[in-house]
């Protein structure tokens, strides 16, 4: 039986122009026939990584309150290929340091520093993505250090909802500078929890998300359900 694009539907909003499908992004995004999308994405960096704690947070009138510990991510026990998104233009993709070696050489790196004035601990300082921007370099300064979080996601409102989530903050200054001009849509083939597309829609970009986790989609259900939050909120 062909492949169908329609069965691996998970969620659509037409008057945002959100659009969520669950499956393999390799096998769905030829089904797509897109004619020009931005990408913004996080694949799996090919490390093994495990997140090996529990995710946890205190309401302001509760106790604390424990998650389980988050599987590793699909695919990343495997180096990945990012040829593949070259396709896309233009193009962002964090964890571009450890497949820098298949990327062309950029201008442009977009920095994110997780510290911002706090100081060092045993977690990164920052992380980097690569992309096909003709720009000068920037740097996006959040807090973002294990239980200290700056912004919407601060453990005071969500608790961890994937081991390699990003700042919805984050993802709407990089959306912003990939594509000013709002001439395309935006599309994050690796969706986790959904940052890109919340930050997509908070923007009032249409976006297309494919995850291949049922589970992280359910979750970025829920926060694209979620009552817009103001775009100044730094705490």
Request: glycine fraction near 8%; hydrophobic fraction near 35%; include cysteine.
């Amino acid at each position: 039986m062909a492949l169908s694009l329609r069965d691996h539907l998970y969620y659509e909003e037409p008057d945002a122009g959100i659009t969520l499908y669950c499956g393999d992004c390799r096998e769905l995004l030829p089904l797509l026939h897109l004619q020009g999308a931005a990408c913004v994405t996080d694949p799996p960096y090919g490390i093994g990584y495990r997140s090996n704690h529990n995710s946890s947070r205190r309401g302001k009138w509760a106790r604390w309150v424990r998650y389980e510990n988050m599987p590793g991510i699909v695919g990343d026990e495997q180096p990945i290929d990012p040829t593949a998104l070259l396709d896309f233009d233009p193009l962002v993709i964090f964890g571009g340091n450890y497949v820098a070696n298949q990327l062309p050489p950029t201008r442009c790196w977009i920095v994110w520093d997780k510290r911002d004035g706090i100081g060092p601990n045993n977690q990164a300082d920052a992380e980097m993505a690569w992309t096909s921007l003709d720009k000068p370099s920037r740097i996006h300064r959040q807090m973002w250090s294990g239980l200290l979080r700056a912004g919407e996601s601060n453990v005071a409102r969500s608790a961890k909802l994937h081991p390699h989530e990003k700042p919805v903050e984050l993802m709407r200054f990089v959306i912003e500078y990939a594509e000013p001009d709002r001439r395309l849509p935006i599309i994050d083939q690796y969706c986790g929890s959904g940052s890109v597309l919340r930050a997509a829609k908070d923007l009032g970009y249409p976006a297309i998300g494919i995850e291949i986790e049922e589970r992280y989609c359910a979750i970025a259900v829920r926060r694209l359900r979620q009552e817009v939050l103001p775009l100044d909120m730094t705490r």
